[in-house]
């Protein structure tokens, strides 16, 4: 499943440059599919939260295929990173999108 910053989040950013696939945004920031991947995709989003740090849940994929951990957890000073529950996809699919990201495929 995709991971999630909850509101415990402290905005200190050591985050998002541990993101493989640049799906960590600061808060306010628009986020877009072709940022940091291959997807030829420039559209602007609006941003998942004004208030702390997030993660795209369709840019996410638990750094399966790069690290044994997801390294935004492991660099979280107060533990404010989880699965999240909306987004749950099984290895194979966390793999495939990684994949699709990268383009590996």
Same mark, same amino acid.
């Given at each position: 499943? &995709?991971l999630? /910053?909850?509101e =415990? ?8 440059s541990?993101?493989p696939?640049?799906?960590?945004y ?6 877009r599919?072709s940022?940091?991947?291959?997807i !030829? !995709?420039?559209?602007?989003h609006? @941003?998942?939260? !004004?208030?702390?740090?997030y993660i795209? @849940?369709d840019k +996410? ?6 690290y !044994? ?5 492991a660099? +979280?000073?107060v =533990?404010? /990173? /989880? @699965?999240d @529950?909306d987004?749950?996809e099984t290895?194979e699919?966390?793999l495939a999108?990684? &994949?699709?990201?990268h383009?590996?495929e």
């Amino acid at each position: 499943m &995709a991971l999630l /910053i909850t509101e =415990d989040c402290i905005n200190c950013g050591a985050c998002v440059s541990e993101c493989p696939n640049n799906a960590i945004y600061e808060p306010g920031e628009p986020w877009r599919m072709s940022d940091g991947t291959c997807i !030829d !995709d420039d559209t602007e989003h609006d @941003p998942l939260s !004004d208030d702390f740090y997030y993660i795209v @849940p369709d840019k +996410c994929t638990e750094c399966k295929g790069f690290y !044994d951990e997801p390294q935004c957890v492991a660099v +979280c000073p107060v =533990d404010s /990173i /989880i @699965p999240d @529950p909306d987004h749950e996809e099984t290895e194979e699919e966390l793999l495939a999108k990684k &994949a699709k990201l990268h383009c590996e495929e």
